[in-house]
């Protein structure tokens, strides 16, 4: 049995290595979970006993085959109660995270299969995050580009908001921009910031939370 704790460096792991496509350095996982390096490096030697990840000095970590199936083990429990948190129980969008949170480490996995049956086994959470189904395999995702890579005039549709902070999703909810939002890019301004239009007017988003933000080419059936 993993403690909650280990699940949580687990599941930090993938995600910051799914997002830069690089090992995880001990600066990079103390600031993500918001404890210092030592306790950082105290936790991954555990893990690394376990043979839940592959650590090499100054190259800092990535998850082994094992380690892998853990996290998507916890991103499919933590994914389905965000779905069921807002589908039945009116959670707001931007608010699941932190209760899935408590609740992920929790559940079995027969509970989590019945959620899944009760929401006829989505692909995607609330911010768009694939989740991964039964057999742990992940939906394919194609066509997709961050917000911040975007030009001037570009038309979009956001799905897929990245988890960085609960505050960063509800700036984004008070902004307007969820899943399924249309957007159109007013100016990418040289200093970072990229300016867009949405259903509640122009807003102006910081590169930093544009980047978090996944979409696809608005189709003219959309506009």
């Known amino acids: 049995m993993l403690s909650a704790v280990m699940e949580d460096y687990i599941k930090a792991i993938y995600a910051i290595g799914n997002d830069t496509g690089?090992?995880?350095?001990?600066?990079?996982?103390?600031?993500?979970?918001?404890?210092?390096?030592?306790?950082?490096?105290?936790?991954?030697?555990?893990?690394?006993?376990?043979?839940?990840?592959?650590r090499e000095e100054y190259r800092g970590v990535t998850l082994t085959e094992e380690g892998e199936v853990v996290a998507l083990e916890i991103l499919r429990h933590h994914r389905l109660l965000e779905s069921y948190l807002t589908e039945h129980l009116d959670y707001d969008w931007a608010d699941v995270h932190e209760e899935a949170d408590r609740l992920e480490h929790h559940v079995s996995e027969e509970l989590t299969a019945r959620i899944a049956d009760a929401l006829d086994n989505p692909g995607v959470d609330p911010h768009g995050d694939p989740i991964p189904d039964a057999d742990l395999k992940l939906p394919e995702e194609t066509g997709r580009s961050r917000l911040s890579d975007a030009s001037e005039g570009d038309r979009a549709i956001v799905r897929r908001i990245r988890h960085q902070g609960d505050e960063e999703l509800r700036y984004l909810s008070?902004?307007?921009?969820?899943?399924?939002?249309?957007?159109e890019v007013l100016e990418v301004a040289p200093f970072g910031l990229v300016t867009v239009r949405t259903p509640n007017g122009e807003q102006s988003l910081p590169k930093e939370i544009a980047r978090l933000i996944e979409t696809t080419p608005a189709t003219e059936a959309e506009a």
């Open 174 to 183: 008070d902004a307007g921009i969820e899943p399924g939002t249309e957007i």
């Open 22 to 54: 690089e090992r995880v350095g001990t600066s990079e996982l103390a600031e993500y979970l918001g404890v210092t390096s030592p306790t950082v490096s105290s936790m991954v030697k555990k893990l690394e006993e376990r043979g839940l990840v592959d």
